[in-house]
């Protein structure tokens, strides 16, 4: 890899990590090249990775030496983890623990951790307001990620804490606006008619997380927050209605009464207005 400093960048095939890996790959006078963490290096993504100059090493957070291997010579490195790859609050904090370890191990100088806010330094989780989910969560994907910073620091691994939010990609899936049944195409959000929505391209992580890197020590420690945009449902409604050619409504979701407090058994009297607003959701066995 020359002399440039290397960057690991965990997730590398997927949406945050290989935007970051391909940032850093456009940048040839950035001084750094990327090792591309991946469970399979035969991938379509991971191949693309290599053709443009990656080093793809395979690298599984529940095989932790792996990632400790994966992690020798590097000089910083890019880590997120996804949640959404189980939908379990305790999991991702194990992947968070492996990812500490192999930092501190490897002694790497500049990490960026792809991080959300903790929402019960907000919103403690004794307030009525907010159902308790997976035990101790107001919002299980953020709050894991967020009480995730406080190993990066106990750890004394040199962390600068990229505050991320929604991907306007998320109106290319899941949140895409779908056709009522009066013919109008409708983009129906959980959200106040409005409110702003902050929202990021998903590319403008792994430039940020290398501008920062590219910073040197400046931002060590220090928390960094980034979006793209604050819209209301009216606004993304008219953007996309924009970009499609056609009209799109804004729809909001209205809030619905909470039941009283009853300890744990709170997620399971929400599952089935879950299932209403997200179909895909599953029972957890």
């Known amino acids: 890899m020359n002399d440039k400093k290397v960057i690991a960048v965990a997730g590398a095939t997927g949406a945050q990590g ?27 993504a991971a191949k693309e990775l290599a053709e443009l100059g990656a080093e793809v090493v395979r690298a599984d957070f529940y095989d932790e030496p792996s990632v400790h291997k994966a992690f020798e010579g590097a000089y910083g490195a890019f880590l997120v983890t996804n949640f959404w790859a189980h939908g379990s609050a305790a999991k991702e904090t194990e992947e968070i623990e492996v990812l500490v370890r192999a930092a ?79 013919g109008v195409l409708t983009l129906t959000l959980p959200f106040e008619d409005g409110k702003l929505l902050a929202g990021v391209d998903v590319d403008d992580i792994g430039r940020t997380a290398l501008a920062i890197l590219k910073d040197g ?14 819209l209301t449902g009216a606004q993304n409604a008219e953007k996309l209605g924009a970009a499609i050619g056609e009209p799109v409504r804004f729809q909001s979701v209205p809030y619905l009464p909470l039941p009283r407090r009853t300890g744990r058994r709170r997620d ?18």
Request: charged residues 25%.
């Open 18 to 44: 290989g935007g970051a890996a391909r940032a850093i790959l456009a940048d040839p006078e950035s001084g750094f090249t990327v090792c591309a963490l991946t469970r399979n290096p035969d991938s379509p």
């Open 104 to 182: 501190k191990a490897a002694g790497l100088r500049h990490v960026v951790w792809s991080t959300l806010e903790d929402t019960r330094e907000l919103l403690p989780l004794d307030d009525e307001r907010m159902p308790v989910l997976q035990e101790k969560y107001n919002v299980p994907h953020f709050d894991a990620k967020g009480e995730g910073n406080e190993l990066f620091r106990q750890a004394g691994v040199p962390t600068t804490f990229l505050n991320t939010t929604f991907f306007f990609q998320g109106f290319l899936s899941m949140m895409a606006p779908k056709r009522a049944e009066d």
């Open 268 to 285: 399971r009297q929400h599952v089935p207005v879950l299932r209403r607003l997200r179909p895909g959701i599953h029972r957890r066995p």
């Open 217 to 230: 020590e400046r931002f060590i420690g220090q928390t960094v927050g980034l979006a793209g945009d604050h």
